[in-house]
């Protein structure tokens, strides 16, 4: 299993361009999250969904879209790019609700100029 | 609100010497909490949670509610032990999301 996998690895953007993050994973999880992470600080969740067809906002969603039409992908959607975007974006998932483990992607590296 | 709190932001010490991570607490209920760890060039993985009571490569980790602590414990670091652990708190709101603490960065030095 490939577990967990982002693309892009890095990318920069220039402000007001707009681009997806993709995730995707082969467990079959139901539950599946994006964070970012900025120079210094702990992750925080942007968008979260339970299954496919439910998203919900996390803490810092602004500026952010998501989808889930499978269980499989959960794509993060930037519009109008901001340098407040610049930041490391991991997707995460796990198999059901509980306090089970999550499985994180390797993380995409965003600069935003 | 949560909030996770890890007063340091890097500890080193000596191979063989004892380590201890500090992750402090708030929550208004009965936290779940979990240490994550990144190694270099590696993806973030779980560690260790309260609720499995474990321990994992030698570490370990208490809760006290009295405290609101939940600090993570090895005996004798080993150089292998060098990464970026990060403590987190699982609430069923927000879909079971963790939220982290900024983390501590370990360097054990031969």
């Known amino acids: 299993n490939a577990g967990v996998t982002q693309t892009p690895k890095f990318r920069i953007l220039k402000i007001g361009q707009s681009m997806t993050l993709q995730c995707a994973q082969d467990?079959?999880?139901?539950?599946m999250y994006w964070y970012r992470q900025d120079p210094g600080m702990g992750l925080k969740l942007i968008y979260y969904?339970?299954?496919?067809?439910?998203?919900d906002k996390g803490e810092v969603p602004n500026g952010y879209n998501v989808s889930r039409s499978t269980t499989e992908d959960f794509p993060l959607r930037l519009e109008l790019a901001a340098p407040s975007q610049t930041s490391v974006y991991f997707c995460?998932?796990?198999?059901?609700?509980?306090?089970?483990?999550?499985?994180f992607g390797p993380g995409t590296r965003l600069t935003v100029t | 609100a949560q909030r996770v709190t890890q007063p340091e932001k890097l500890l080193s010490v000596f191979k063989g010497a004892p380590v201890e991570l500090k992750c402090n607490y708030s929550?208004?209920?009965?936290?779940?909490l979990f240490w994550y760890v990144q190694y270099s060039r590696q993806r973030l993985q779980l560690l260790l949670r309260?609720?499995s009571r474990e321990s994992i490569k030698g570490f370990t980790a208490d809760l006290n509610k009295g405290e609101t602590s939940f600090h993570l414990k090895k005996p004798f670091a080993q150089e292998e032990d060098s990464a970026m652990y990060y403590c987190?708190?699982?609430?069923?709101?927000?879909?079971?999301?963790?939220?982290f603490g900024k983390g501590t960065s370990l360097l054990v030095t031969p």
């Open positions: 995460a998932s796990s198999p059901s609700g509980g306090y089970g483990e999550q499985y």
């Open positions: 467990m079959n999880h139901n539950y």
């Open positions: 969904s339970v299954g496919a067809g439910i998203t």
């Open positions: 929550y208004s209920g009965s936290p779940e």
């Open positions: 309260h609720i």
């Open positions: 987190a708190l699982s609430h069923p709101s927000s879909g079971y999301a963790l939220n």
